[in-house]
Each structure stands twice: as C-alpha cells, then as structure tokens.
C-alpha cells in the first residue's frame, strides 16, 4: 500500500489541488518519545489527580481532559502550561522528512492536529518560511475567510493547523472544543477533502476532523495500524 501512496503523490508533484496530507495527534514529540495526544492527556491526568481516581482508567483521559478545560478556560495559560512541557522540544525524523516532501513539492496541503512546532523548525532546516516559502495558518486564530482563500487559493504550499498552536495561544483539548474550531471553516473542508487524503498518526482526539471528509471524495489512504 506505501508503494500505491508513493506513486500516486509522485504522480502530483509540485501540482495543486490534487491531495491532501494529514498528521494527526498520534505524531511522536521527540525527545519524549510520547505522542501529542499522550502529552496533553499526561498533563491533564497530572492536573486533575484525585478527581478522575474513581473513573474506569480508559474514561480517565477524557475526564482530565474535561475537567483540566474547564479550569483553565483561556488558551494562553493552556498554551503557557504545554509550552513548559515542551521545553526541550525538538523535531523529530517525521517532522524532518515530512518537511523535505514539503520543500520537493509533494505536498501542497497539509492539516496537522500538533500544536507544537516542531515541523515549523524541520522545514525552517529546509530553509523554508512561513510567510515568505509557506503559509501557516492556525484554525480558531486566523479569520475563517483569510484560511479559506489561503487554502484555496494559495499558489505556494499550506499549513493548517487544526489541533492548536502554541505561539498563537490557541488549544483546544476535547471534541468539543476541537468540533467548535473547526465548525468556522467547515464550508472549506468539505470541499478541499474531496481530494485525495493521506491520514498519518491518525487519533481518537483527531475524530473531529474526520467527521468534515465526505464520503462521495477521492480515494483515502490510511498510513496507520488500525483504520477508524
């Protein structure tokens, strides 16, 4: 199956508005050697201690996560709180080969649910810049309209993040939060996901996005152990 992937990415080189990539939420953060999704559970469950105990350990995430957004209502103490987490951050080899097909020209549009910025420091090792080489765009800081006319309009390659950003103060932590980000530009996702789509690190935080892929697109190939 990798090799029907490869040829068909190779068969779009540097063309737009063919396919999609996706990296979900079980990306590895490197050195720590744990996904995002886990880092933000990690976090929560830490926070949350005692109040999530008496819960089925498979509901304790969940619980956390719930709880831990309620209390920390605004994203730059969210942000602020992750970041300290992440201080010895670093990108890892699937950020530095995600960043050379990107700087090749096999990926014109990318969605990632990492709110980290790893891949923005891999493609900045590819002399790549966001503004100037890349648009980088954040679902739940730019305004709806500036990423639809980036994502569709854009001659240059497109970074959406849809799970977050650090630098901008934005973190969604559960569905519903996430569902609330990505409810703005939702007209925008069910158009361009009818392309092509290759799911990558595909999670249980990321289901929020797959609800916007509509059934009558192109092909969808999974990159993962276990389809959804």
Not at 17 to 40: C, D, W
Not at 97 to 117: E, H, W
Not at 123 to 148: F, K, N, W
Request: hydrophobic letters at 45%.
């Amino acid at each position: 199956m990798i090799a029907v992937i490869a040829d068909q990415v190779k068969a779009f080189r540097h063309q737009l508005g063919k396919h999609v990539f996706f990296v979900g939420s079980r990306a590895v953060l490197q050195p720590y050697e744990i996904t995002v999704q886990e880092m933000l559970e990690n976090m929560a469950l830490e926070w949350a201690g005692d109040r999530v105990a008496a819960l089925p350990p498979d509901q304790r995430p969940a619980a956390a996560l719930a709880a831990f957004a309620e209390a920390y209502p605004e994203g730059r103490d969210r942000t602020a709180l992750l970041a300290a987490r992440l201080a010895d951050l670093r990108p890892g080899e699937g950020n530095v080969q995600l960043a050379r097909l990107i700087k090749d020209g096999y990926v014109p549009l990318l969605f990632t649910m990492s709110p980290d910025d790893a891949l923005e420091r891999a493609l900045a090792g590819q002399r790549l810049t966001a503004g100037e080489d890349y648009h980088c765009v954040v679902a739940g800081a730019d305004a709806p309209s500036a990423i639809d006319v980036v994502v569709r309009e854009s001659s240059r390659v497109v970074v959406v993040k849809c799970g977050g950003d650090i630098s901008r103060k934005v973190l969604p932590l559960t569905e519903d939060e996430i569902r609330a980000v990505l409810a703005p530009i939702s007209d925008m996702l069910r158009t361009v996901l009818r392309r092509m789509i290759v799911f990558t690190a595909y999670g249980e935080r990321d289901r929020p996005f797959l609800e916007h892929v509509p059934r009558d697109g192109d092909r969808v190939y999974w990159v993962i152990l276990h389809i959804p």
